[in-house]
């Protein structure tokens, strides 16, 4: 693609703008999915290890951890991105 001009140095840059805001939107969609997987997931173990009456150890706890690091993350990331697409939005 030729620059010619400024107009298509401006219409490149926004084109640019307008790809980059839609991978954000797409990737706070996909973020948005994981504290509602980890609630299914930890139901499900509850479930299964109070069904079978196994009883409970420290390393039970292990499971239950890394999806409170795992969502806890998931929202940094999310407010991160938050972060830059109100910059790309809205500028500085």
């Known amino acids: 693609m030729e620059l010619n001009s400024i107009e298509d140095v401006s219409a490149l840059n926004e084109y640019q703008k307008v790809k980059q ?15 509602a997987f980890f609630c299914a997931v930890m ?6 290890f109070t069904w079978f009456e196994a009883p409970w150890t420290i390393m039970h706890l292990l499971p239950i951890a890394i999806a409170i690091g795992s969502v806890g993350y ?6 991160d991105l938050l972060g ?4 790309l939005k809205y500028g500085e």
């Open 43 to 48: 139901l499900l173990y509850v479930f299964v």
């Open 74 to 79: 998931s929202n940094v990331q999310r407010t």
């Open 84 to 87: 830059q697409l109100f910059k």
């Open 21 to 35: 805001i839609e991978r954000i939107k797409n990737k706070l969609r996909r973020l948005s999915f994981v504290p």
